[in-house]
């Protein structure tokens, strides 16, 4: 089946009789069993409510579907699912490699946590490709890739990076987030493991968090499982429902974030206060190549760097949004634009733009009541002396 009716056809009720077309919501921190034996089956596979009901097997069978992999485990974050992802492969003495455009978060976790723990992490050029092999080193467990990136958007050399991981012994996880899992088959490309934040594009309506974790192979799978249990990761009923839910409307809702930001990006790189535009279907874009091969669409979030403006009238731009929201995450139906700093997220590369990133979400509205917010925005910027 083609993504469009696996998103439909998956995770849906077992037949009998009459049943309704969505999982029901199963609530439970206890399961009894009617007997003894049962009771010992039950413990074999760890039947609890923390571990997830009939709603997360659900959802974890359709994210399967759609990325293509063994087994989906949940986590009730994005970040979580990241952590965890981590945490299973590594122990005091082992090494990460981590791409220098990753999420800040997961950056954090690994300088101010596994640091704690005596796991070293290294943090590499996004678009290094191959030469990621002069960084290994018999301890390096886990090569992690975000592509595109977070802030910057460098599409990275996904097959590169699973041959160099693969021959390392390494296990190679990618953040998938950016392209909904519809976009990029991560797991087709040679990685070991896939994270969404489906608090974004696979929920889509920003009113739950969860995280999703994929693994190409049983043995992976086994070790991503135990690493949640210990760790006591659980989500609820309800996030899994809602996720899933909004997983039915992914394939449109992902195409129409394409064409509007499309539209958006190609405008916005004509104005005159944009020195350029960091969107991965534009050849300006790094790594343009990388996607052309690897990705089937772009989403909706793309960045822009302006020239050289003062505070004043960046804050007056902002102020002048009306349609254009001002808050962090991105995927669901409604447009976002916030200002980001990604030189303060870089060691193994220096941030050299002059003028200030905007980080766009292009949502679900009419492009040319979008275009309009923007042009209001920069006239009021255009209008307002530097300071």
């Known amino acids: 089946m083609k993504d469009k009716t696996k998103l439909i056809a998956t995770g849906r009720p077992h037949k009998r009789p009459f049943h309704p077309v969505n999982p029901q919501v199963e609530r439970a921190s206890t399961y009894l069993f009617p007997t003894y034996d ?22 974890e069978d359709a994210v399967t579907a759609l990325e293509g992999g063994f087994e989906t485990r949940l986590a009730p974050s994005g970040l979580q699912a990241v952590n965890a992802s981590l945490l299973a492969f590594v122990k005091a003495g082992d090494r990460i490699l981590i791409t220098d455009s990753a999420y800040d978060p997961t950056r954090k976790f690994c300088e101010r946590f596994l640091a704690r723990f005596g796991v070293e992490t290294v943090f590499y050029d996004p678009r290094i490709g191959e030469k990621l092999s002069e960084l290994m080193t018999p301890n390096t467990k886990v090569v992690f890739a975000e592509s595109p990136g977070s802030l910057t958007f460098e599409v990275q050399d996904i097959p590169a990076l699973a041959s160099v991981a693969r021959e390392g012994g390494a296990k190679l996880v990618v953040d998938n987030t950016w392209s909904g899992g519809v976009f990029m088959k991560p797991l087709t490309l040679g990685a070991d493991v896939v994270v969404h934040a489906g608090t974004k594009y696979l929920s889509g309506h920003s009113d739950c968090l969860i995280g999703t974790i994929t693994s190409a192979d049983e043995e992976t799978a086994k070790t991503i499982y135990m690493a949640l249990l210990q760790i006591g990761s659980n989500v609820s009923a309800d996030d899994a429902y809602l996720t899933l839910r909004g997983m039915r409307t992914l394939h449109p809702r992902m195409k129409a974030h394409e064409q509007s930001a499309l539209l958006l990006a190609k405008w916005l790189a004509k104005r005159p206060e944009v020195e350029c535009v960091l969107h991965p279907a534009l050849k300006s874009c790094p790594g343009h190549a990388f996607w052309k091969r690897d990705f089937s669409g772009a989403s909706g979030l793309f960045g822009v760097i302006l020239k050289p403006v003062g505070k004043a009238q960046i804050k007056a731009f902002f102020n002048a949004l009306r349609l ?12 976002l634009c916030i200002h980001v700093h990604p030189e303060k997220n870089r060691s193994a590369t220096k941030w050299l733009a002059e003028g200030p990133v905007l980080r766009f979400h292009v949502g679900l509205e009419d492009p040319d009541d979008l275009i309009a917010d923007l042009e209001r925005a920069f006239a009021l910027m255009k209008s307002t002396g530097a300071s």
């Open 38 to 59: 049962d009771y010992l089956e039950g413990g074999r596979k760890i039947i609890y409510g923390r571990l997830g009901g009939a709603t997360h097997r659900a959802l």
């Open 324 to 335: 254009f929201g001002m808050g962090f995450s991105w995927g669901g139906f409604e447009s």
